[in-house]
């Protein structure tokens, strides 16, 4: 009966006293393997003295939960520039004529600006306007939308790069191959920030984590270590003592594009019950993959997608993301290839992935131990004598295609990290006949079965 009435005052949630709330890091649903660089809810309500249990979805991508008054600004203004760029994202897939802002283009300010104006659905013009409007009271370098100034549309986004970088914020990671100790392990400060050197930790003191109260001046979980396919889970208790207010929180892996705000109320305040709070959190994140989904299927159905103007025909080795959000299928599709020994197998390569056989056991893609976390060298690498994969051209911005030769058909064998914008053509041979499974080395749910005759 005891544990009984403990579980019900915990889903209730309305008490202010020892309840759980959850927050939902990445997300894939049980059909398809995908990767959300997100968290859900977005914004979550609670009290002091609760719980809030940040749940990660293991697919392979590491994540942090990291805030604190140093950051928690900077990263509330970010949420306002990806307000405009998912609201125009959306518009833009619904209005063919409005101005592409991820390439070049010879359209003025102004052009750009009528374009939005007349997008539809008007209502949602009308909000990425006023989101504009919000912003520039922020940043008054960033033109007038109602009175624009007649310059090139590129100029005007080459400043709302700048202005939306977030560069002061800490990243945990960087060029795919370092980790930055500073922040990908566990931090948590009254005042001041972590070591400006990257390959300085804060001390075990400073990694020992108290309840958050608002006031820390840097609360950083660092990066969530693999434990096991069914994720891991990082505890943060809400300190009786935190002063209700808005709190944001980012994963400083992915930036701040995957972030949380955390709205802490009073203590005698009406909040949703902690189970309410959940299946809404599953909502979203359901309805942030449902177009990867329909993508997947179409794919596996068909064969074939759309790709930012691109006709694609698989094989495929990832899909891409519906563009607001970032988010990808990890998959191989199909999953079983059927090919003659010697004959080329193209995958078009999505994302960042390897093509990898005859693997050895799953490889987190980060190693920790008691000193630091290092990336993996196997998973990244190549291996079993692949060529690597140039680096692509920063200015070209079309398909990429790599020629990889012929795999033996033994022993380990890897492309290493690999991936282009928008995509990358990548051909392997193989020289015997046989069944042959591969995967991806990062992301453990992507595989797949090459039947070679």
Known sequence: MVAMLATAFTACGTSGGGGERQVLVDY???????????????????????????????????????????????VRQIS????????????????DEMVNPDGPSDATFPEFAAKLKAAKPAKDAEKVVATWR????????????????????????DLIDRLSSGGDLLEATSDQSTVNQNVAQPCYLRSGAPPTDPTQACTSAQQRQPAFDGTQSFYNSGVLPYSGPRGNTFRMPIAKTAKPGAYFFYCAVHGPGQQVE?????????????????RDARKAAESAVAPLVRTFRDARDDGKISFEGHKLTGPFAGLPSDGSIHATVNEFIPRRIEAKAGDPITWKVVGNHTISFDVPAYLPI???SPKEITYNPKVHGIAGGAPEVPPQDENDHGPQKFDAGTYDGTGFWSSGLMGADPYLEYTVRIAKPGTYAYACLVHPKMIGQIVVR
């Open 366 to 368: 980060l190693r920790f």
């Open 134 to 157: 919000a912003l520039r009271a922020d940043y008054p370098e960033l033109p007038d939308i109602d009175n624009p100034p007649d310059v090139p549309f590129n100029d005007v986004n």
């Open 28 to 74: 894939s649903p049980d059909d398809v393997a995908t990767f959300v660089a997100a968290d859900f809810p977005s914004k979550v309500t609670v009290k002091p003295g609760e719980t809030l249990v940040f749940k990660q979805t293991w697919t392979g991508e590491p994540h942090t939960v990291t805030g604190g008054t140093t950051t928690s600004k900077s």
């Open 262 to 278: 955390v709205d802490v109320v009073k203590p005698t305040a009406k909040i949703a019950s902690s189970s309410a709070q959940a």
């Open 80 to 95: 306002k520039w990806f307000t405009l760029f998912n609201g125009y994202t959306d518009l833009a897939q619904r209005n």
